[in-house]
């Protein structure tokens, strides 16, 4: 298949797609779709980037108002642009990472066509890929899908089992502690937005519950470096998927709690409970009866959970130490960390009565909604089955998944690599040895039964 050598710029943003012809359609305008298309840029192939929104959406709408990057400025390498700010060992925040991604955009004139929303991709008889968009239906020789994997926010269904006059929350849809009614909060998750959603109102002196999952956390510093740059040291972050024994699994391992706010600290859970804060094993139920009213009730794993997250934290220590030794390098000696606090007792049930809860932020996650490709790319769980991007349908291809390739898959550090070899791929044509993927965790694609969509917020 021949690719042509004419860019989409001279073509920005029709009001009608209908009918229009590309050589490579890119499905999405975050980071991903953008390293994509300045790829393709530079090949001088024809190509088009659809965004269902505006460029930046994501971290301008679905971000909270103190959120700022987890890893340090200097790993934000988008094709050919790097950061170049006055801080490379800070953590952009929320209004500087959009300016930084709407920058990247305008730096190559990325043919994106914003306020456009991709509805089907389908075969035509003669192979070509169509795309059925809000603005009419393209074709396309090839697609590169780079919707990411944070898409539709997930809320489980024991939700709908709590009082009418309590404010719910997905933490995507959280801005600020003024936003909330008075009065206690129940946050539940402690991934990474859990966490820092919580420490966000216990700074800002609300009473927080807080249900503790099973996800590990890491320090932020270690003897006189960020630990992401000790890991970067070890060849963490450019290890392949691959590689691992549980390759499937890593994929969807939640990542390591930490914060880049205030210039970058822990997240203790345990000096959060020293201080005032409430925590609970992972939410389980919630039960109703007219004469004790509603009940919470936790999994008694709370002292497991903590016990786990500080594990994980002081491997990744033993790891650096064993990297210091082996190369002889001179870094300053840090004690280890030691407990500040350990739960008395698991909670196993709270009445919602006795609290003065009035709020809940269900930092639960995200699923993928792929059910507008209708194309057989996915295993029996409905995830794109693929090897580096590339599935078994010839010209379709996926860019932005966790774990891709490398951990950068996907964030403003590491999607450069995977977008390039995409466009390799692209430009070489499809004669590739395709292994699909599967096996993937059950809990990673809840059922239908268990989990439903934010309710609208007003």
Known sequence: MALSAKTS???RAPDDLEGMNCSVAVVGGGQAGLSMSYHLTQRGIDHV????DRIGREWRERRWDSFCLVTPNWQCQLPDFPYTGHDPDGFMARDEIVRYIEDYAESFSSPVIEGVEATRSCHDRRGRYLV???RGELIAEQVVLATGPYQVPLIPRLADRLPDELMQLHSSQYRHPDQLPGGEVLVVGTGQSGCQI?????LAGRQVHLAVGSAPRVARFYRGRDVVAWLDALGYYRKAVDEFADADAVRFRVNHYVTGRGGGRDIDLRA???DGMRLYGRLTAVSSTAASGTTLRFAPDLAKNLDHAD?????IKDSIDSFIDSRRIDAPPQARYTPVWAPESEPTHVDLGDTGITSVIWSTGFGRDDRWIEVPVFDGR???THDRGVTSSPGLYFLGLPWQHTWGSGRLSGVAEDAAYLTERITTGPDHVYRWIAGTPVSTFPRDDEWVAPRTVA
């Open 272 to 274: 959060f409970a020293r």
């Open 198 to 202: 919580a420490e966000d109102l216990h």
């Open 311 to 315: 594990a994980v934290s002081e491997s």
């Open 9 to 11: 710029t001279e073509e």
């Open 49 to 52: 980037v659809l965004e269902r």
């Open 132 to 134: 059925g968009t809000s």
């Open 382 to 384: 409905g995830y794109p």
